[in-house]
């Protein structure tokens, strides 16, 4: 039975999935060897169909270091803000500067440094170096 489009392009789908060999075989009607045949072709095109599948769920479960900041920027800044209120006295106040220094930690690794790139300078012509073979002018 030849391949059709339809077959090829399930068997991609379910390749991203994760789903075996065996399973696509008796799902799409088609042998393994077609089945190893075809990842070979379309090595590629699964591993970024895979890649956007695991962007998306990112983004869905928010573990991006983006998100990761912004919670902690949050959990910082409540931090702080309760250490305004109380009094150096309190028991519980340990465990906020604990938290702060903590937090601010988190928010140093995770920190953006900031590069600013240039072009190498070029000089428009080179200068000869000035002699130095001493000579009498006198003579």
């Known amino acids: 039975?030849?391949?059709?489009?339809?077959?090829?392009?399930?068997?991609?789908?379910?390749?991203?999935?994760?789903?075996?060999?065996?399973?696509?075989?008796?799902?799409?009607?088609?042998?393994?060897?077609t089945l190893i045949n075809w990842a070979k072709d379309c090595e590629q095109e699964i591993q970024n169909r895979r890649a956007i599948t695991y962007e998306a769920l990112n983004e869905q479960y928010k573990v991006g270091q983006q998100h990761r900041l912004q919670?902690?920027?949050?959990?910082?800044?409540?931090?702080?803000?309760?250490?305004?209120?109380?009094?150096?006295?309190?028991?519980?106040?340990?465990k906020l500067v604990e938290m702060l220094d903590t937090l601010s930690e988190k928010l140093k690794a995770e920190a953006y440094r900031v590069e600013f790139?240039?072009?190498p300078h070029k000089v428009p012509y080179e200068v000869?170096?000035?002699?130095?073979i001493e000579q009498d002018v006198w003579g």
Do not use: H, N
């Not at 077959?7 to 799409?28: D, H, N, P, T, W």
């Not at 949050?74 to 340990?94: F, I, N, Y």
């Open 1 to 33: 039975m030849a391949a059709t489009f339809e077959q090829m392009q399930q068997f991609i789908e379910l390749r991203v999935e994760g789903v075996s060999y065996e399973k696509i075989a008796k799902q799409i009607k088609a042998s393994k060897t």
């Open 71 to 94: 919670m902690w920027s949050e959990q910082l800044e409540a931090v702080r803000a309760e250490l305004k209120k109380r009094g150096l006295g309190d028991v519980p106040t340990v």
């Open 117 to 119: 790139k240039s072009k």
């Open 128 to 132: 000869e170096p000035l002699s130095t």
